[in-house]
């Protein structure tokens, strides 16, 4: 469950809106502070908010809408081949720094970030370095760091992510206007659970313990999500190699088994097992189209995808997805778990 393999623009950044949007203004009017304090919460998109404001300085197709319908009129596609190597962290211009292994940041490395900006940048129209987690900074590397915060060159944009602003030192905080970021709404957790294939109720009860923090409630429910996934390709995998009716309904009881150690309902079980499904068969399908396969929802199975493609590549694969949608339309209208679960075994 990697949040950070997400395509980031500042559309596509859960929360933050009015932040966002001061954003977005401050680069289409390149008048972006040179250097930038991100502070507020771990796990609540401070590092992607800097990776979009990256994108958005050096996107090649940046979109510019007179009447914005994701509401910031000037984003980052977040798709070039500019927008995709900034998130791989792959682009020359924007440099991440973070802490290393015993938690530090080291004064070879900030010496190093000092010394290229010195320079124009190789191929984009700003360079962009972010310090994350800034408060692991020592003393003498903030030193080192404070006479390019004080006049850093033009082409340079600096931004210090941090949830511990007061680590900083104060010449250095009073060289960089602060952003605060604040926790995030439950809703705005559960929208992003659901998305990666909670239930409803799974996800609202994960995020009102989550502390408003994204990171926090991925983390929960990491388990889970993996679990459900596996449970929901070895269901498929022995629909596909079992024709006989008796057989497939001894599938239906992978599908009622109980994962991970929460209280959640059989019912929400099943639901997310189903919706793993969906998402599985959604990717065979993109597979089996030759659709771009960036928009995989689940590269990390890939060879599991291929394998179903051969039985799912094609009608068979729609009827099941639909069969699947009709089943958790029942599920929701309180039909019976278990005769949910024979039901939709037999029609995969
Ligand atoms: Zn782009």
Redesign the pocket.
């Known amino acids: 469950m990697d949040y950070d393999s997400l395509v980031v623009?500042f559309s596509q950044i859960t929360g933050h809106r009015r932040l966002l949007a001061l954003l977005s203004r401050s680069v289409e009017h390149d008048s972006l502070p040179p250097s930038l304090v991100f502070a507020g919460p771990a796990g609540v998109g401070k590092r992607l908010t800097a990776l979009a404001v990256a994108?958005a300085l050096n996107?090649?197709?940046?979109s510019r809408v007179q009447a914005p319908v994701s509401g910031f009129g000037f984003d980052?596609?977040?798709?070039?081949?500019?927008?995709t190597r900034i998130v791989r962290g792959v682009h020359p211009d924007v440099v991440v720094v973070a802490p290393d292994d015993r938690g530090s940041i080291r004064m070879e490395h900030v010496r190093d970030i000092v010394d290229r900006s010195a320079y124009r940048p190789f191929e984009g129209r700003r360079r962009v370095v972010i310090i994350d987690d800034a408060d692991a900074l020592g003393i003498p590397p903030q030193h080192a760091l404070l006479k390019t915060l004080e006049e850093p060159p033009s082409s340079s944009v600096f931004i210090l992510v941090t949830a511990r602003p007061d680590m900083l030192l104060p010449t250095v905080r009073s060289r960089c206007p602060q952003l605060r970021f604040r926790p995030l709404a439950a809703d705005d957790i559960a929208t992003v659970l659901v998305a990666r294939g909670l239930s409803e109720s799974e996800a609202r009860a994960v995020a009102a313990t989550a502390d408003g923090s994204i990171g926090q409630a991925l983390e929960a429910s990491a388990g889970e999500l993996v679990e459900a996934r596996d449970i929901a390709q070895r269901v498929l995998e022995y629909a596909s190699s079992n024709r006989e009716p008796g057989r497939r309904i001894d599938g239906a009881k992978e599908l009622l088994a109980k994962t991970g150690a929460t209280s959640f309902g059989d019912r929400d079980q099943v639901a997310s097992h189903l919706r793993a499904m969906a998402s599985l068969l959604r990717d065979v399908e993109v597979l089996a189209t030759r659709a771009d396969d960036r928009t995989l929802a689940n590269p990390d199975v890939r060879p599991a995808l291929e394998r179903l493609t051969q039985t799912y590549g094609g009608e068979r694969g729609i009827r099941a997805f639909s069969a699947i949608d009709q089943a958790l339309v029942a599920l929701d209208r309180n039909a019976g778990v278990k005769l949910v679960a024979d039901w939709v075994v037999l029609h995969l």
Do not use: D, I, P, R
């Open positions: 623009s994108q996107c090649l197709e940046v980052a596609c977040g798709t070039c081949a500019v927008c």
